[in-house]
Nanobody, 115 residues
Framework: QVQLVESGGGLVQPGGSLRLSCAAS??????MGWYRQAPGKQRDLVAR???????DYAVAVKGRFTISRDNAKNTVYLQMNSLKPEDTAEYYC???????????WGQGTQVTVSS
């Protein structure tokens, strides 16, 4: 059974930092990533990382966010620096299986950037 368990969200002031974690169980995944969804908006890609370490970032977060993964722990991280109010959203972990590229979602973790 596949489970993605996110942690690390919270309230932070503009310019602050947060680190999100997503621990996966059940199998190894080819691509793991983070998406976010603000109220009334669609869910968009924030960053993703392949099994080999290749990364891809949304333009809005490039240079401020860093995605990484620990394959031994089957965990993906999102280090978020220089946070802005527009980064406020529910952040979701996503993982795709090696065989069949089946996607799974975590339950989401709220990030609020406000003074």
């Amino acid at each position: 059974q596949v489970q993605l368990v996110e942690s690390g969200g919270g309230l932070v002031q503009p310019g602050g930092s947060l680190r999100l974690s997503c621990a996966a169980s059940g199998r190894l995944f080819s691509v793991m990533g983070w998406y976010r969804q603000a109220p009334g908006k669609q869910r968009d890609l924030v960053a993703r990382i392949t099994l080999g370490g290749g990364t891809d970032y949304a333009v809005a977060v490039k240079g401020r966010f860093t995605i990484s993964r620990d394959n031994a722990k089957n965990t993906v991280y999102l280090q978020m620096n220089s946070l802005k109010p527009e980064d406020t959203a529910e952040y979701y972990c996503n993982a795709k299986t090696i065989v069949g590229s089946v996607g799974y979602w975590g339950q989401g973790t709220q990030v609020t950037v406000s003074s």
